[in-house]
């Protein structure tokens, strides 16, 4: 596979699949590990930076069940190319604007991408489709017990696995699930209920992690600490709440559909004819009209629309996703266009431009 | 269902998790707005102990006069050779003896982010005593560069051998054979 492949293909975790993937967009676990022989990354000169990459890219080669990886020189790619990586939610924004010796090793189907020098020296993270918290952990905790069979991490008796800034020492782990909550944000629930996530020490982030607006309605819910608790323990902190969020969603949406049924139906329609007909369109206002749509489909609103499809244009219609599919760089206004052309592409019944009330 | 302080009816139900406790609330539009934007008031959330700096300044403000603070943030990591101050300052450790060297002051720290000091969960498979055995190639190649600076090449010939026989030392304490399969 080439990294230019990446862009055609949609990720794995988007095909809408796996436990309440209605509300539940995706799962991922993080680890954050280090080499011991070799300084935390602030404290690197240029050749050691240089040294971890090579290291850790040599020792995944040498791993057959890793062989099959895309390994990408995050240092040499071009901006757009990074800003697409972060889109894709392969590698973190830090990682995208950082300088220097970098990479990130990234799975065929994209279910798994190991960052190598972003915070800590390996920022190994798998995502899945749904609700899906133990079948994540296994599979990045396999692939953790994989590199590590060559290579030396730091650990500490007591402080666990050692990381560079002191909120992710211990077992170095992030477990988000993102979900999709447009009916606690319509009736405007949604404050009251991040407070209460917070007061139990979980965190809660948009759709691009740290300090990233909830656009779309989609929230991701983290763990915040990581030592002093199993792996199991920390899964379960963050799955236990996440079946109350989804009633929580449902209710509303019951509430909705209930009480204003015909608002909603409205404005589930006019989201859905703003995309398929739009001739320029801001990405947020996308988000936003997505997410309406999103819903509707869900809520049976919206016929012969798949969610699969939706999840994706979330993503594909992200500026350097834009960019990339039409394989020139774009101004502003040159993307608003072109992803008004490409929401009628995959919106339109027929695809071909012709309005969709035809049938 | 009308709203519970007034006679108009009830459009926002708003449901409150508190440790587990479910509360609802049946409100009109404007009642609701009140009643949101008073909750929001309150004491704010993000206690400082979620944040590392919060953390740090709460710690430091608690134990240290000004004189016992400079003289901390001099301290420095044998290892790595960052001091505390620069810790503070970019808050990011330097090296995995940071953890060793700064114990003191981070012990506190890290107890009070995560409510505990005690790791519980996964382990590296080998002991983690060879982890501290590599963690010594940081301070030489640290010597090595700085030998190298003050043009100590003999020294710096010296330290490069050794970081050598270091790099290329097989990991003894590594699963005996890795066909043995895991644990």
């Given amino acids: 596979m080439k990294f230019n492949d990446l862009a055609e293909q949609s990720s794995a975790w988007l095909r809408g699949i796996g436990p309440e993937s209605d509300i539940v967009i995706s799962t991922r676990v993080r680890l954050a590990r280090n080499l011991a022989e070799f300084p935390f990354i602030r404290r690197c000169t240029d050749h050691d930076r240089a040294a971890i990459e090579q290291t850790v890219h040599r020792r995944i080669d040498e791993l057959p069940e890793l062989k099959d990886l895309l390994y990408v020189d995050v240092n040499v790619l071009p901006s757009v190319d990074r800003q697409f990586l972060v889109e894709r939610q392969l590698i973190s924004r830090e990682h995208a604007e950082s300088e220097g010796a970098r990479a990130v090793a990234i799975d065929q189907q994209e279910n798994y991408s190991l960052m190598v020098n972003e915070e800590d020296h390996l920022r190994m993270q798998v995502i899945r489709s749904g609700l899906d918290l133990e079948a994540a952990w296994e599979q990045i905790g396999n692939i953790d017990d994989l590199i590590e069979q060559k290579v030396t991490f730091a650990?500490?008796?007591?402080?666990?696995?050692?990381?560079?800034?002191?909120?992710?020492?211990?077992?170095?782990?992030?477990?988000?699930?993102?979900?999709?909550?447009?009916?606690?944000?319509?009736?405007?629930?949604?404050?009251?209920?991040?407070?209460?996530?917070?007061?139990?020490?979980?965190?809660?982030?948009?759709?691009?992690?740290?300090?990233?607006?909830?656009?779309?309605?989609?929230?991701?819910?983290?763990?915040?600490?990581?030592?002093?608790?199993?792996?199991?323990?920390?899964?379960?902190?963050?799955?236990?709440?996440?079946?109350?969020?989804?009633?929580?969603?449902?209710?509303?949406?019951?509430?909705?559909?209930?009480?204003?049924?015909?608002?909603?139906?409205?404005?589930?329609?006019?989201?859905?004819?703003?995309?398929?007909?739009?001739?320029?369109?801001?990405?947020?206002?996308?988000?936003?009209?997505?997410?309406?749509?999103?819903?509707?489909?869900?809520?049976?609103?919206?016929?012969?629309?798949?969610?699969?499809?939706?999840?994706?244009?979330?993503?594909?219609?992200?500026?350097?996703?834009?960019?990339?599919?039409?394989?020139?760089?774009?101004?502003?206004?040159?993307?608003?266009?072109?992803?008004?052309?490409?929401?009628?592409?995959?919106?339109?019944?027929?695809?071909?431009?012709?309005p969709a009330e035809q049938n | 269902m009308r709203c519970q302080m007034c006679e108009r009816p009830a459009t926002f139900h708003i449901t409150e998790l508190n440790d587990g406790e479910v509360n609802e609330v049946h409100l009109c539009e404007e009642h609701a707005r009140g009643y949101l934007a008073q909750s929001e008031e309150e004491t704010p959330v993000a206690s400082s102990s979620s944040s590392l700096a919060g953390a740090l300044a709460q710690q430091l403000e608690l134990g240290q006069t000004a004189e016992e603070l400079a003289r901390l943030d001099q301290q420095s990591c044998p290892v790595c050779g960052i001091t505390f101050y620069q810790f503070r300052n970019q808050g990011r450790l330097g090296c995995p003896h940071d953890y060793v060297a700064f114990d003191n002051e981070l012990e506190p720290l890290i107890s009070n982010i995560h409510g505990a000091t005690q790791h519980k969960g996964k382990r590296p498979r080998h002991l983690p005593a060879s982890g501290e055995q590599r963690t010594e190639l940081i301070k030489l190649r640290r010597e090595m560069k700085e030998a190298v600076e003050r043009e100590d090449y003999e020294r710096a010939s010296q330290l490069r051998d050794e970081i050598r026989r270091l790099e290329d030392e097989p990991r003894e304490d590594a699963p005996a054979s890795e066909t043995e399969g895991r644990e």
């Fill in chain 1, 155 to 354: 650990f500490h008796e007591k402080y666990g696995y050692l990381t560079a800034c002191p909120t992710n020492v211990g077992t170095g782990m992030r477990v988000s699930v993102m979900l999709h909550l447009p009916a606690l944000v319509m009736t405007r629930q949604i404050e009251k209920v991040f407070r209460s996530l917070q007061k139990i020490n979980l965190a809660v982030r948009g759709l691009y992690g740290e300090g990233s607006q909830a656009m779309g309605d989609f929230y991701q819910i983290s763990n915040q600490i990581t030592l002093g608790r199993t792996e199991e323990e920390l899964l379960n902190q963050v799955g236990e709440v996440v079946p109350a969020l989804i009633g929580y969603e449902r209710k509303a949406r019951d509430y909705l559909v209930r009480e204003g049924h015909r608002d909603l139906h409205d404005r589930v329609s006019r989201a859905y004819g703003i995309l398929c007909t739009a001739q320029t369109i801001s990405s947020e206002e996308t988000m936003h009209l997505l997410s309406s749509v999103r819903m509707g489909v869900n809520l049976g609103l919206i016929e012969d629309l798949e969610i699969p499809t939706i999840n994706k244009l979330f993503i594909h219609t992200q500026p350097a996703h834009l960019q990339k599919l039409s394989g020139s760089e774009l101004d502003t206004s040159a993307r608003n266009i072109e992803r008004a052309m490409y929401l009628q592409r995959n919106l339109r019944p027929d695809g071909n431009g012709n």
